[in-house]
């Protein structure tokens, strides 16, 4: 069954400190990967799609990048504002349905 | 361009009690879907319409919930009767429905459902 996993669970940074977010992922024949922010009380707002390894994709202080069995999302001098849950999910099988990683909570203070 | 809506935001009825989310999907997409997320847990996914015909609901958890997506426009998804377990929040998602970005998903602001 395909999974995704995402590391770590909860993440606090200082303003301006970079990190990167993981999301590992078990998919036979990968057709997208995909990375969302969620903020509370709020629906996933997508960010990201990223096709295959090697791609990388840029928005902001944001950058996702693929490799065949994993993803990263480099957030680089962060601000407070950027303090959301970060999703990953990848398509389930031949279908659309979309297997979610539970998320990273990130934190960013002043 | 409006995204997709959800109504209502929230919802808090009684075990027994019955329930109706309703979703509009982004003007133009065929495609839409319905995911849950139980507290503590991974957003799951539930049901997908493709127009007004469901092409996938292999992640719905029993008979007691109903979806239907009439004219291919908004969905409702009925919970009839709600049990405890039902509790949780339900979103909606829609997306193309082909070309290279049709499995972008842009989801709703959800609906809380708490059944006390």
């Known amino acids: 069954e395909d999974q995704v996993t995402q590391s770590p669970e909860a993440l606090r940074l200082q303003e301006g400190e970079s990190s990167s977010l993981n999301c590992s992922y078990t998919?036979?024949?990968?057709?997208?990967l995909f990375w969302y922010r969620q903020d509370p009380g709020k629906g996933p707002e997508f960010l990201f799609t990223?096709?295959?390894a090697g791609e990388e994709k840029e928005k902001e202080r944001l950058k996702a990048t693929l490799t065949k069995k994993e993803s990263f999302l480099h957030i680089t001098a962060p601000k407070p504002e950027d303090s959301a849950t970060y999703l990953c999910?990848?398509?389930?099988?031949?279908?659309?349905?979309?297997?979610f990683g539970t998320g990273t909570q990130l934190k960013v203070e002043l | 361009e409006a995204g997709v809506t959800q109504f209502p935001s929230h919802s808090v009825i009684e075990k027994g009690q019955t329930v109706t989310l309703r979703c509009d999907p982004i003007?133009?997409?065929?495609?839409l879907y319905w995911y849950r997320r139980v507290m503590g847990k991974e957003i799951k996914f539930l049901l997908h319409?493709?127009?007004?015909?469901?092409?996938?609901e292999s992640g719905m958890p029993n008979n007691r919930f109903l979806a239907e997506r009439t004219g291919g426009t908004y969905s409702t998804l009925k919970v009839q009767p709600a049990e405890l377990e039902d509790s949780g929040v339900y979103f909606c998602?829609?997306?193309?429905?082909?070309?290279?970005?049709?499995?972008?998903?842009?989801f709703g602001p959800g609906t809380r459902l708490l059944v006390l």
């Open positions: 319409f493709v127009k007004e015909s469901k092409q996938d």
């Open positions: 998602a829609s997306s193309l429905l082909a070309g290279g970005s049709s499995l972008t998903q842009y």
């Open positions: 003007s133009g997409h065929d495609n």
């Open positions: 990223l096709y295959s």
């Open positions: 998919v036979s024949g990968l057709r997208g």
């Open positions: 999910a990848v398509p389930q099988g031949g279908g659309n349905k979309l297997t």
